[in-house]
Nanobody, 121 residues
Framework: QVQLVESGGGLVQAGGSLRLSCAAS????????MGWYRQAPGKQRELVAA???????NYADSVKGRFTISRDNAKNTVYLQMNSLKPEDTAVYYC???????????????WGQGTQVTVSS
C-alpha cells in the first residue's frame, strides 16, 4: 500500500504565502512525476504544477512566477511554495505521484486526500 499525505494548507490573506508538503510512504521502489492539482467549488480539478524525477517542472499559466514546485527524492516528498496568493487560488489542493511499487507490482498513480487553501481578500 502507498499513501500520500498532504500538509500545510490553511487560511491566509491575499498577498501572503503558504507552503504545501506531500509525503509518500509505503511499498515504493521509485517515483516518477509528482504534481499538485487543485479543485475549487463548482470547478473541475486542474493541474497547478508538476515535476519529474529529474527536476523538470511545468506550471499552469495562472501560477507562473508565484508558485514553485520542488521535491526531495530521498524523502519521497514534493513541495509547493505559494507566494503572492490571490483569492482565486482558494481551492482544495491535491498531490499525486506516479509510483513504481516495490516487488512485482505495476506502476500506478496515487492521490493524496487534499488540503484546503483559503485566501481572503
Amino acid at each position: 500500500q502507498v499513501q500520500l499525505v498532504e500538509s500545510g494548507g490553511g487560511l491566509v490573506q491575499a498577498g501572503g504565502s503558504l507552503r504545501l508538503s506531500c509525503a509518500a510512504s509505503g511499498s515504493i521502489f521509485s517515483i516518477n512525476a509528482m504534481g499538485w492539482y487543485r479543485q475549487a467549488p463548482g470547478k473541475q480539478r486542474e493541474l497547478v504544477a508538476a515535476i519529474t524525477s529529474g527536476g523538470s517542472t511545468n506550471y499552469a499559466d495562472s501560477v507562473k512566477g508565484r508558485f514553485t514546485i520542488s521535491r526531495d527524492n530521498a524523502k519521497n516528498t514534493v513541495y509547493l511554495q505559494m507566494n503572492s496568493l490571490k483569492p482565486e487560488d482558494t481551492a482544495v489542493y491535491y498531490c499525486n505521484a506516479a509510483i513504481f511499487p516495490g516487488g512485482l507490482g505495476l506502476p500506478f498513480v496515487s492521490w493524496g486526500q487534499g488540503t484546503q487553501v483559503t485566501v481572503s481578500s
